[in-house]
């Protein structure tokens, strides 16, 4: 069974930063992992991706704001968020994918307003 524990959300001004992190268990280097967000009244959807491999993607609206990152040694991914909009409040989920299994983290809110 595979744990994810994410961390980090808050409230934060537009314009500000955040930097979320998630820790897993097991073998988490070979884990494929992704943060998603859903907004109140909106599906959840994938915000960045990064490959066991370190290869990265992520959607059109975080592009030049968003990085995502893993530390295979912590177990652990972070999702550094810049130039923070009111558009970017939601509850973040850490995700991981594991031989065909997908397993999702708690969530941690985060809200951006002035």
């Known amino acids: 069974q595979v744990q994810l524990v994410e961390s980090g959300g808050g409230l934060v001004q537009p314009g500000g930063s955040l930097k979320l992190s998630c820790t897993g268990s097991g073998a988490f280097s070979i884990f494929a992992m992704a943060w998603y967000r859903q907004a109140p009244g909106k599906q959840r959807e994938l915000v960045a991706s990064?490959?066991?491999?370190?290869?990265?993607n992520y959607a059109d609206s975080v592009k030049g704001r968003f990085t995502i990152s893993r530390e295979n040694a912590r177990k652990t991914v972070y999702l550094q968020m810049n130039s923070l909009r009111p558009e970017d409040t939601a509850v973040y989920y850490c995700?991981?994918?594991?031989?065909?299994?997908?397993?999702w983290g708690q969530g941690t809110q985060v809200t951006v307003s002035s």
């Open positions: 990064i490959t066991s491999g370190g290869s990265t």
């Open positions: 995700r991981a994918l594991y031989l065909g299994r997908i397993y």
